[in-house]
């Protein structure tokens, strides 16, 4: 049996949680069964070190933040007919925007947006986001699967205008090798920031960004 290729778009590979649930999925993935192909818009990152330490297949179009380019796009249509994917799926709107025009230029015969947000405002963004996620909404009818991490992302979605083909509920995977209780380490970590063993710990793990509301969970009400 021949392996179903997939290339994957994602802006970049930095050090985010889109980016790190795409690295574990194609490093994870049975190769006999999937060939899986990363393209970024931007270069570099800690997941692109891994992902090509991991012996796939990687590329980078070169685009800088902010900036549209077709000779990015073109690089990615030839990228696609050379590599003649069975499914393009995309990572994050700016990877949903160019990688759908791509797809369809190079005539590639499915494409799947892969939401990992929920309820964004906006506002807090520049204009070029904004008319990103309205382009994304009027094209969305063409797409084939729209992929969310949470029922939260298909509703706050759906209320933008977004109407797929098909919807599908994926939620993140969790390693529980990794992330499991640990004694030990609690004790340290309670040791070096002075926590007395009964104290109640509330814990954000997010980047910087205003989709992530810090200051709303600086405000969670405490009894």
Request: charged fraction near 20%; hydrophobic fraction near 45%.
């Amino acid at each position: 049996m021949n392996a179903i290729t997939i290339v994957h778009f994602i802006t970049d590979l930095q050090m985010g949680g889109a980016e790190r649930m795409l690295a574990r999925l194609v490093t994870a993935s049975d190769r006999h069964a999937f060939r899986h192909v990363v393209i970024t818009l931007t270069p570099g990152g800690p997941f692109h070190d891994q992902i090509r330490a991991a012996g796939l297949e990687i590329h980078d179009l070169g685009m800088r933040r902010g900036r549209p380019s077709l000779s990015a796009l073109w690089r990615a249509v030839q990228l696609l007919r050379r590599i003649k994917p069975h499914v393009v799926q995309t990572w994050l709107y700016h990877a949903d925007a160019l990688g759908s025009v791509a797809a369809r230029l190079a005539g590639c015969p499915k494409v799947c947006w892969n939401l990992r947000c929920s309820d964004m405002d906006l506002s807090r963004y520049g204009r070029a986001t904004r008319w990103v996620v309205q382009f994304l909404a009027r094209i969305s009818p063409s797409i084939d699967l729209i992929l969310s991490n949470s029922q939260a992302g298909i509703t706050a979605h759906q209320s933008l205008g977004y109407r797929g083909k098909r919807w599908m509920l994926i939620p993140n995977g969790v390693e529980l090798g990794t992330y499991r209780p640990d004694p030990a380490a609690r004790r340290q970590w309670r040791s070096q920031l002075g926590l007395a063993e009964d104290c109640v710990v509330f814990l954000m793990v997010a980047r910087r960004d205003p989709m992530k509301d810090h200051p709303g969970f600086y405000r969670l009400p405490v009894r």
